[in-house]
């Protein structure tokens, strides 16, 4: 097993592939952070605003959580970076023992937040939760991550729609690298590990050089950006490939805000280490499930007199405690118990998905195991999935140009509540057509419609669906939605 | 200390007084049931849909919940009670080990269904889930009762506006005992204790009348109804103690839908063995903790930088493991964790003070423990609670007549959310004077005008907002709030 020893800069944080794959670019590899080691394959629940949502640190332990995500861009504003300093650091204040990662809050700033001004400097631009203004520089991004103490840190990357022409895309990218210098030279602690971020959308030749460029400025831990907002999965599953093989081997590759079971399966056949998304949690506070012949629904009739356990394969607390008919009466009497037992399955699910594939990566099968698994667990129709994409995309950008037209900071906070409404009724869309597809029928029967009542976590208050966290939680429980 | 041998017939639920304090009516006692022992006195947590609001089995009993309470109209409803014994019984569906008592869906017939049509047979009524007829007698209490499987189950009885005129009250109290003698008949089950029911209002002497003739059918044990649904505290402190002066010493005395901690600390002197209320969990999950001192509304700006516990003397979970900055953070940010930790702390101290009055009962200081803890605990002011009680009660009014008036299920289900949105508002008002009191401060600095966003809890479709559960969740989590 070739292990890769460090530099001396990042020897706490040093990364070991203890195997590689012969047939895919599959690697298992071990990193370790002052806050212990992560094993690798290893998908990272998202814990937005310091709390995976509806869950406690021991469940997240007992599940499998090897380490968890938090947003710099919520926290600063709230409670902000000083009051959690001041209580000690993020570990401390969620009472959470294991490795933390925090993304630099450039996803949500050029995302959530509005009236946006860029220059080189950084950004400035308007709180979402009360129109403050707001700004965010590379020196400024790693200060509050430094202020947050997580072990693992990102540098701040400009962010940009999609699709975007190349002339954009490229002058976005090499201003990413512009910023990655800069906080590569901004950060004072030497017991973070900051991460470079790749970007260059989907065109391969600027993937190629953002990964050479960044591979230049060492880093002890790279992750692939500019994914999973709007591309197709095989782009997304191609990018990752490639910039995986340009990336040095001896630093662990973090592809960010995926993904799906499917997206981990295809991201570790191209050697990527790290994953996060909220996908997980946020299906399961709706009511789909994830097991290995893919995305089943919570609240359909069938599950009503169920005696058995939701997942038969599954070791976690809700399958070992529970009957799938409780689950299901939860769901369906919308208590917020179902929200918590559904996220721990599903967390559960991604935990040991990322053991499976690490184990069958030791054991020089990860080839077959993908194979396996692909044939078996039923996607969500990719043609579909774009439909809804787009109408979430259209509702964002009609949404987005009436938050920046707003200049009071209350009337602000209303628009960026109709906001969260109009992409909570947008995700409800999308996440009904995975779950339908899954399910194999896609009318009536409680697939479609939303039949399992309110979304308390679909909300999405922009870009930030998917990746780098979930939007602060205005309109997480209450939602948008009217008492039926 | 006087143990009293239980007759025959109610052997499985033997109830021994293990001391009486001199002073006060207050006893310490211990109830046993096929579930195990309840030592007296003790609050019993309420999970209307068969959950603890927020609360998975194991915390429950961490924070020393003994029994809880569960709804048989809610349940028979959703999922329904012959599904709940088809998957076997109320104790595995939610996957609790210990007593649980059911009411008999008598308040929540006449307070959260509509188009009540009441005979001396039973009730007739329509869902307020989906509109659908639905019809009640004791005997098709009793029969529900007994598919849930609880270890308490209620008598049927008819429960009536406040006020009610003299005449009312007795018509509804004579039809209430004619109905405990059909439930009484109608038993079939031996391993379920059958508790009678004391109504009649504000009246001594109706009390007196219902205590006695009720008493003369042996039941193994007893509750005082018709409490807290508008009355003063003052009349609801006065009438228990009368009751129970009047039932058998032998027999557990269960106060319905009560309370407080005060009312706890007043009804035990009284001599009540049993409490129940949702009070607790809702305020939980408002954001208000309860401490010695009274309520403290946790979303104050003074919480934000407190490394310390919430309450520095309690031992729950919470308190343990969280700064009440951390809490006040997740009320802030609306994440689902923040429901979760408030409620455990205030049933954590729900059980405390239980437990605290039980060994000053044992150790004979009851009476000085009393005075020193209602001296100490800052109580909600009971003109305010009964301005906003009347708000209530009028928005009560308006949207019953309005949901009354309504013929289509649909059209049904859509008034009752509007109810339950009506009842929010009001409940919140309440809820703020309570909280507010507390603090000291009425106006400003986050006191007032629900500072701590949404209420999730607070919904209440009814007069069911305190006694005998919690409406069932439509509203639960989503409410009628409009995202600010």
Not at 6 to 12: D, G, I, W, Y
Not at 116 to 132: K, Q, Y
Not at 186 to 194: G, K, M, P, S
Not at 365 to 390: C, H, I, M, N, T
Request: charged share 25%.
């Amino acid at each position: 097993m070739p292990t890769i020893a460090p530099p001396e800069s990042s020897a706490p944080f040093a990364f070991s592939v203890e195997a590689v794959d012969p047939e895919t670019g599959a690697r298992a590899g071990r990193f370790n952070t002052p806050h212990g080691p992560i094993l690798t394959p290893c998908f990272m629940p998202v814990g937005t605003q310091a709390t995976v949502k509806s869950l406690a640190p021991e469940e997240l332990e007992a599940l499998g959580a090897q380490i968890v995500l938090a947003n710099t861009y919520h926290l600063s504003l709230r409670p902000g970076a000083e009051v959690i300093a001041g209580l000690g650091g993020l570990h401390r204040f969620m009472s959470w023992r294991r490795p933390i990662l925090t993304d630099s809050g450039g996803f949500q700033v050029f995302s959530l937040a509005h009236l946006r001004r860029l220059d080189e400097e950084g950004v400035t631009f308007r709180s979402h939760i009360d129109g403050s203004e707001q700004r965010l520089t590379p020196e400024r991004a790693v200060g509050i991550q430094e202020q947050l103490g997580a072990d693992v840190i990102m540098a701040f990357d400009e962010c940009i729609e999609y699709p975007a022409a190349p002339g954009r895309v490229r002058e976005s990218m090499e201003r990413t690298h512009r910023w990655a210098e800069r906080c590569r030279r901004a950060q004072t602690r030497t017991d973070q590990a900051l991460f470079g971020i790749v970007q260059g959308g989907v065109h391969d030749d600027l993937r190629r050089e953002s990964a050479r460029v960044l591979a230049g400025l060492d880093f002890p831990g790279y992750a692939i950006g500019g994914v999973s907002v709007g591309e197709t999965k095989e782009d997304c599953w191609r990018v990752a490939t490639l910039v995986s093989s340009l990336l040095p081997a001896a630093r662990p590759r973090y592809l960010m805000g995926v993904g799906s079971p499917e997206d981990l399966a295809q991201g570790v056949a191209g050697g990527v280490d790290l994953f996060d998304c909220v996908l997980p949690t946020r299906l399961g506070r709706n009511g789909a499930i994830l097991t290995d012949a893919g995305r089943v629904t919570l609240t359909r009739r069938r599950w009503r007199d169920e005696a058995g356990p939701l997942d038969p394969t599954c070791d976690c607390y809700t399958c070992t405690h529970f009957s799938a008919a409780y689950v299901h009466h939860l769901f369906k009497a919308e208590e917020l118990l179902a929200y918590r037992l559904a996220s721990i399955h599903n967390l559960r699910y991604m935990a040991r998905i990322s053991a499976r594939m690490r184990l069958a990566i030791l054991e020089r099968r990860f080839g077959p195991w993908r194979r396996s698994f692909l044939a078996g667990y039923r996607v969500a129709d990719e043609a579909a999935r774009q439909v809804q994409r787009e109408k979430r995309l259209a509702a964002w950008t009609v949404q987005r140009a009436r938050l920046d037209g707003v200049s009071s900071p209350s009337g602000a906070t209303q628009a960026a509540g109709e906001m969260a409404a109009a992409f909570e009724a947008a995700d409800a869309a999308e996440l009904d057509e995975a779950v339908v597809e899954a399910n194999g029928d896609a009318v009536g029967g409680g697939g479609r419609g939303r039949p399992w009542g309110p979304l308390p976590a679909a909300q999405g208050s922009g870009g930030d669906r998917v990746q780098g966290g979930e939007p602060e939680g205005q309109g997480e429980v209450a939602g948008g939605r009217a008492v039926p």
